[in-house]
């Protein structure tokens, strides 16, 4: 209290306090924690060393802790305490070196319980004791290092630890300064972690992946860390039923050992996303410096489930708080094809409609189930009973059965399976999905190929193929485009990998950047984005077509509008996956529709597209295109659109259109006229629905393209008549000439369906 009120002790005070602080108690609970106050009370009262013989007591007194420290610690391990003074002093140590003073100020506050100034000019000696004569910055790296972990870590334990040390001596370079070796404590730390995770463990892998990457001078490259080695990582994920999926997971697992491995998995996820996230960031320094950086290979990525652990940590927020966030954006960043929105939200619904089921979880096994599948022609309620009682399992103990269950996706292909097994495997996907969603959906592609491709079907594709060229997902058995359930979870496949495909593409450029300068770099990274922007909309673009494609009816399939038929289902679900495709890309919308696709869909994409609006931005567009084809298909996506939404700009575009077919009147040559007003007509009879004022253009346009359909019909009856004639009494027609005439007539019999489709016209209008 005198030292607060800066009151100064007397002679006998200062004797008296200085015997009671360097006094040698025996190793104890209770000695740790009065060694820590009296080294607090040196650093609050420097004026207690204030001459030379209570400054060598002092020294002494420092070394003789540092000598018994091991003693201590050992008294600390045996009743359960993971804190001693020896962090204190390496601590102490560690902010003199680097001068943080108030770092020390604050250490000394909350050891005393209570506020005391300590003020840089009253620590001289000290800090010169400390940094020059005990602990050099050498040594304090080398003490560091042979520190041990603290078992158990977790932000409940109180006082200063070993990780407080390590994390201020890797701000400051220490360890790639002085060549030592901190991977290997890192590494043991994080094994030994618990929950809730420690306030400090996330700085200290940003800290620790910094000075991997990154070396703490420019002119030496070889001031790094080590990173750690798959073989470290995979040892933590050995266990795990979701890295070996052949692994039957034991039901009675302990709850705190799960959540012990966990927690450690958890951080090294966190390290892998941040080093790959700061790898790519220096890619450029790295690659101008001919520096071999470590680049985790995909075989290990793909094998680590970082959805799962992701999903898990988010579930408990209390106890994993401080790393969610981090690990979301790095995961949204690097890898958006596992943070499906849709997905996500499936997945947190809880299925209130899941029935007790009639066989009990334990008799479910792997080989049951594959017999069950095999006679599923003959009893179906087998695999019925058997798949009910799968859906009530968790996802992670669904894992040992995914291989049987979507090897065998081909037997649900087969004519007249119930629709509620295709739902029930539709569900267990899903589920899947939300644990293993690479390996799942690899394998979920490789066992529905088309059986009909020949010997590409031997060769599996692995998830690089299918990232490189997500069109392989839609190289299915035919049968998947009319099973509206397995159709539901292909296309979230393939979105999935569209996503992964454009986020490689970004990665292969930032992974292997120009080695130029000047403004020839910058041209030539323009023109690398500006290729991969072309990939990536031709990908996406011949993905939409497909997809419509699988929406025109089959030769043994009848388009009745029946709103109860597969082809009607399998129309939604394609309509609304383009949909979500348009409102991501609408620029995807304007290429597609540039492109073209079959007049028969412009009704259904209409009519079950919400976003096909935005076409009216770009018809004009699309009407001044030089292609009679392009022009005839504006007409009709106009007609559409114009019922589908009748406002103002649609009447805009609807009169642009019809004078658009007044202009080609008299432009188009009388060869083109006819195929080209035949397949328009309609489309003036839409219009005129939609927009009744809009009559008397189209009574207008109806009557020029009349007359002049009379007219030509007039001339070329007549000079076809008079030459037929003359030719056949002579009996000399020759090849071309015959032609000419075949043409002629034609022509002449394609006026006549014009004529007829105006009169019809003109009576659906009138009507």
Same mark, same amino acid.
């Given at each position: 209290?005198?030292?607060?009120?800066?009151l100064?002790f007397?002679?006998?005070?200062?004797?008296?306090?200085?015997?009671?602080?360097?006094?040698?108690?025996?190793?104890?609970?209770?000695?740790?924690?009065?060694?820590?106050?009296?080294?607090?009370?040196?650093?609050?009262?420097?004026?207690?060393i204030?001459?030379v013989?209570h400054?060598?007591?002092?020294?002494a007194?420092?070394?003789?802790?540092?000598?018994?420290?091991?003693?201590?610690?050992?008294?600390?391990?045996?009743?359960?305490?993971?804190?001693?003074?020896?962090?204190?002093?390496?601590?102490v140590?560690?902010?003199?070196?680097?001068n943080?003073?108030?770092?020390?100020s604050?250490?000394?506050?909350?050891?005393?319980?209570?506020?005391s100034?300590?003020?840089?000019?009253?620590?001289?000696?000290?800090?010169?004791?400390f940094?020059?004569?005990i602990?050099?910055?050498?040594?304090?790296t080398a003490?560091?290092?042979?520190?041990?972990?603290?078992?158990?870590?977790?932000?409940?334990i109180?006082?200063?630890?070993?990780?407080?040390?390590?994390y201020?001596?890797?701000?400051?370079?220490?360890?790639?300064?002085?060549?030592?070796?901190?991977?290997?404590?890192?590494?043991?730390?994080?094994r030994?972690?618990?929950?809730?995770?420690?306030p400090?463990?996330?700085?200290?892998?940003?800290?620790?992946?910094?000075?991997?990457?990154?070396?703490?001078?420019?002119?030496d490259?070889?001031?790094?860390?080590?990173?750690?080695?798959?073989q470290?990582?995979?040892?933590?994920?050995?266990?795990s039923v979701?890295?070996?999926t052949?692994?039957?997971r034991?039901m009675?697992?302990?709850?705190?050992?799960?959540?012990?491995?966990?927690t450690?998995?958890l951080?090294?996820?966190?390290?892998?996303?941040?080093y790959?996230?700061?790898?790519?960031?220096?890619m450029?320094?790295?690659?101008?410096?001919?520096?071999?950086?470590?680049?985790?290979?995909d075989?290990?990525?793909?094998?680590?489930?970082f959805?799962?652990?992701?999903?898990?940590?988010?579930?408990?927020?209390?106890?994993?708080?401080?790393?969610?966030?981090?690990?979301?954006?790095?995961?949204?960043?690097?890898?958006?094809?596992?943070?499906?929105?849709?997905?996500?939200?499936?997945?947190?619904?809880?299925?209130?409609?899941?029935?007790?089921?009639?066989?009990?979880?334990?008799?479910v096994?792997?080989?049951?189930l594959?017999?069950?599948?095999?006679?599923?022609?003959?009893?179906?309620?087998?695999?019925?009973l058997?798949?009910e009682?799968l859906?009530?399992?968790?996802?992670?103990?669904?894992?040992?059965?995914?291989?049987?269950i979507?090897?065998?996706l081909?037997?649900?292909?087969?004519?007249?399976v119930?629709?509620k097994?295709?739902?029930l495997?539709?569900?267990?996907?899903?589920?899947? &999905?939300?644990? @293993?969603?690479?390996s799942? %959906?690899?394998?979920?592609? *490789? !066992? =529905?190929?088309?059986?009909?491709?020949g $010997?590409?079907?031997?060769?599996?594709?692995?998830?690089?193929?299918?990232?490189?060229d997500p069109?392989t997902?839609?190289?299915?058995?035919?049968?998947v485009?009319?099973?509206?359930?397995?159709?539901d979870?292909?296309?979230?496949?393939?979105?999935?990998?569209?996503?992964?495909?454009r986020?490689?593409?970004?990665?292969?450029i930032?992974?292997?950047?120009?080695a130029?300068t000047?403004? &020839?770099?910058? @041209?030539?990274?323009?023109? %690398?984005e500006?290729?991969? *922007? !072309? =990939?990536?909309?031709?990908?996406?673009? $011949?993905?939409v077509?497909?997809?419509?494609?699988?929406?025109?009816?089959?030769?043994?399939?009848?388009?009745?509008?029946?709103?109860l038929?597969?082809?009607?289902?399998?129309?939604?679900?394609?309509?609304?996956?383009?949909h979500?495709?348009?409102?991501?890309d609408?620029?995807?919308?304007?290429?597609?529709?540039?492109?073209?696709?079959p007049?028969?869909?412009?009704?259904?994409?209409?009519?079950?597209?919400?976003?096909?609006?935005?076409?009216l931005d770009?018809?004009p567009?699309l009407?001044?295109?030089?292609?009679?084809?392009?022009?005839v298909?504006?007409?009709?996506?106009?007609?559409?659109l114009?019922?589908q939404?009748?406002?103002?700009?649609?009447l805009?575009?609807?009169?642009?259109?019809?004078?658009?077919?007044?202009?080609?009147?008299?432009?188009?040559?009388?060869e083109?006229r006819?195929?080209?007003?035949i397949?328009?007509?309609?489309?003036?009879?839409?219009?005129?629905?939609?927009?009744?004022p809009?009559?008397?253009?189209?009574?207008s346009?109806?009557?020029r393209l009349?007359?002049?359909?009379s007219?030509?019909?007039s001339?070329?009856?007549?000079?076809?008549?008079?030459e037929?004639?003359h030719r056949?009494?002579?009996?000399?027609?020759?090849?071309?000439?015959?032609?000419?005439?075949?043409?002629n007539?034609t022509?002449?019999?394609?006026?006549?369906?014009?004529?007829?489709?105006?009169h019809?016209t003109?009576?659906?209008i009138?009507?």
């Amino acid at each position: 209290m005198k030292a607060i009120a800066t009151l100064k002790f007397s002679d006998d005070e200062v004797v008296c306090l200085l015997r009671l602080i360097t006094s040698h108690p025996a190793p104890s609970c209770a000695a740790v924690r009065f060694v820590s106050l009296a080294l607090s009370m040196f650093l609050a009262c420097p004026n207690l060393i204030g001459n030379v013989e209570h400054e060598k007591t002092a020294k002494a007194w420092i070394r003789w802790l540092i000598d018994q420290e091991s003693h201590f610690a050992e008294i600390s391990e045996s009743s359960d305490s993971s804190s001693s003074y020896g962090e204190m002093l390496l601590l102490v140590a560690i902010h003199f070196h680097n001068n943080q003073i108030h770092a020390i100020s604050d250490l000394v506050c909350s050891t005393l319980g209570m506020k005391s100034a300590v003020k840089s000019n009253t620590l001289t000696k000290i800090k010169i004791f400390f940094t020059q004569e005990i602990f050099t910055d050498k040594v304090v790296t080398a003490h560091a290092v042979r520190v041990a972990v603290t078992p158990g870590l977790n932000s409940t334990i109180p006082g200063f630890l070993p990780v407080h040390c390590v994390y201020q001596l890797l701000k400051g370079r220490a360890f790639s300064k002085h060549k030592v070796p901190i991977k290997g404590w890192i590494y043991r730390q994080i094994r030994a972690c618990h929950t809730p995770v420690h306030p400090l463990l996330p700085p200290l892998i940003e800290t620790y992946v910094l000075s991997i990457i990154t070396p703490s001078t420019k002119s030496d490259h070889t001031h790094t860390n080590k990173p750690i080695t798959e073989q470290e990582i995979m040892e933590v994920f050995k266990d795990s039923v979701l890295v070996n999926t052949q692994k039957q997971r034991p039901m009675d697992c302990g709850q705190t050992d799960k959540q012990d491995n966990f927690t450690s998995q958890l951080l090294l996820m966190y390290y892998i996303l941040l080093y790959q996230d700061t790898r790519l960031a220096n890619m450029k320094a790295i690659v101008s410096s001919n520096r071999k950086v470590l680049n985790y290979s995909d075989s290990l990525l793909s094998r680590l489930p970082f959805k799962y652990l992701l999903q898990r940590a988010q579930k408990q927020p209390d106890l994993y708080g401080g790393l969610i966030p981090h690990i979301l954006r790095l995961m949204v960043s690097h890898y958006p094809h596992l943070c499906v929105t849709q997905d996500w939200l499936e997945e947190d619904i809880k299925h209130c409609d899941i029935t007790t089921p009639l066989i009990s979880p334990n008799k479910v096994t792997s080989h049951l189930l594959m017999q069950a599948l095999e006679n599923m022609k003959k009893n179906p309620t087998a695999v019925l009973l058997q798949l009910e009682t799968l859906v009530t399992l968790s996802a992670e103990d669904l894992v040992p059965f995914a291989d049987v269950i979507v090897s065998n996706l081909l037997c649900f292909l087969e004519p007249g399976v119930p629709r509620k097994l295709l739902e029930l495997v539709r569900t267990l996907l899903i589920k899947l &999905n939300s644990v @293993m969603p690479r390996s799942i %959906r690899v394998m979920f592609v *490789n !066992a =529905l190929r088309d059986q009909n491709a020949g $010997a590409i079907v031997k060769i599996a594709h692995t998830e690089d193929n299918l990232t490189v060229d997500p069109l392989t997902v839609l190289r299915c058995d035919d049968r998947v485009l009319r099973c509206p359930p397995l159709l539901d979870v292909t296309l979230r496949i393939l979105s999935a990998y569209l996503q992964a495909s454009r986020t490689f593409l970004s990665l292969h450029i930032q992974t292997n950047p120009v080695a130029m300068t000047g403004t &020839n770099q910058s @041209m030539t990274d323009f023109e %690398r984005e500006e290729l991969k *922007n !072309a =990939l990536i909309a031709a990908q996406e673009s $011949a993905v939409v077509q497909i997809l419509l494609e699988t929406c025109l009816p089959k030769p043994n399939e009848s388009n009745t509008g029946c709103l109860l038929s597969n082809l009607r289902e399998v129309q939604c679900i394609v309509c609304s996956h383009v949909h979500q495709m348009f409102i991501s890309d609408p620029n995807l919308a304007k290429l597609v529709h540039f492109q073209g696709y079959p007049s028969e869909l412009i009704a259904v994409t209409v009519t079950s597209i919400p976003s096909m609006h935005i076409c009216l931005d770009f018809i004009p567009e699309l009407l001044s295109q030089p292609q009679t084809e392009k022009q005839v298909f504006a007409v009709q996506l106009t007609s559409h659109l114009c019922l589908q939404y009748a406002l103002p700009k649609s009447l805009g575009i609807a009169k642009l259109a019809i004078n658009v077919l007044s202009t080609l009147l008299t432009v188009l040559s009388h060869e083109m006229r006819p195929d080209f007003y035949i397949a328009c007509l309609p489309s003036l009879i839409r219009i005129s629905k939609a927009f009744p004022p809009l009559h008397e253009e189209i009574h207008s346009l109806l009557t020029r393209l009349g007359r002049i359909c009379s007219s030509h019909m007039s001339s070329m009856d007549t000079l076809t008549s008079s030459e037929t004639s003359h030719r056949l009494t002579e009996g000399d027609v020759e090849c071309h000439q015959l032609a000419h005439i075949k043409k002629n007539v034609t022509l002449n019999n394609k006026y006549y369906d014009l004529y007829y489709e105006i009169h019809k016209t003109f009576s659906e209008i009138v009507r």
